[in-house]
């Protein structure tokens, strides 16, 4: 049971906003396992080594995690006035998003679906 009204709730739970900078993408084209294995590659590391890292992978993955980071380090720089030589990735994760169903026209009129899987791929720094 929650204890007090529902505003108190809500003030309360806005009061422990996290103001570490963040980047979002939504609805990235490219399924939760796939963004995982180049997201796995990054976590814990300095945004230059990070980029570094995301250059040279070959995976389609790591070329919409490059531009997310760079985002990230961006909101950084403009909004929490920090230094992105002292930044590194604190946390990194992929969510599902909404999955597309197709259909694939097989043999004898059998249909076969497809999943076309999305994710949301989050990106937060912090200063060292």
């Known amino acids: 049971m929650a204890k007090g009204h529902r505003s108190q709730i809500k003030r309360e739970?806005?009061?422990?906003k996290?103001?570490?900078?963040?980047?979002?993408?939504?609805y990235a084209r490219v399924s939760v396992q796939k963004a995982c294995f180049v997201l796995d590659a990054i976590r814990?590391?300095?945004v230059a080594s990070a980029i570094g890292i995301l250059t040279y992978n070959p995976r389609y993955a790591s070329s919409v995690i490059l531009k997310l980071l760079n985002s990230a380090v961006a909101n950084a720089e403009n909004n929490n006035n920090m230094d992105a030589g002292k930044l590194y990735i604190a946390e990194c994760y992929a969510n599902a998003a909404p999955t597309m169903k197709r259909i694939k026209?097989?043999?004898q009129g059998r249909a076969y679906r497809i999943?076309?899987?999305?994710?949301?791929?989050?990106?937060?720094l912090?200063?060292?």
Request: proline share 6%; charged share 40%.
């Open 13 to 16: 739970r806005n009061a422990n």
């Open 18 to 26: 996290d103001t570490r900078p963040s980047a979002k993408l939504s």
């Open 44 to 46: 814990g590391k300095d």
């Open 105 to 107: 026209p097989r043999a």
């Open 115 to 124: 999943l076309k899987r999305n994710s949301h791929i989050t990106i937060v």
């Open 126 to 128: 912090d200063e060292r």
